[in-house]
């Protein structure tokens, strides 16, 4: 994997890790419209990254 895919691949991490922080805040806060907004963004991040290292992985036959 090239520098610019592990660069991706890191950033899908961080917008995952990012919005699980986020449910937690919004939580704590009672927003509970926004928590299944958030909820959505968290599962969306996790597809998204999942498919990234798929793709990566499919394009290099490697792990990262």
């Given amino acids: 994997m090239n520098k610019q895919q592990q660069t991706a691949l890191n950033m899908a991490r ?3 890790s990012q919005s699980l ?3 937690e ?3 704590a806060l009672d927003a509970d419209e926004q928590i299944t907004m ?3 963004l968290h599962e969306l991040a996790e597809e998204l990254q ?3 290292q798929t793709h990566f992985e499919a ?3 490697t792990k990262p």
């Fill in 14 to 16: 961080f917008i995952k």
């Fill in 21 to 23: 922080t986020l449910l």
């Fill in 25 to 27: 805040k919004l939580d």
């Fill in 38 to 40: 958030c909820e959505r």
């Fill in 50 to 52: 999942n498919s990234i």
């Fill in 59 to 61: 394009q290099y036959g």
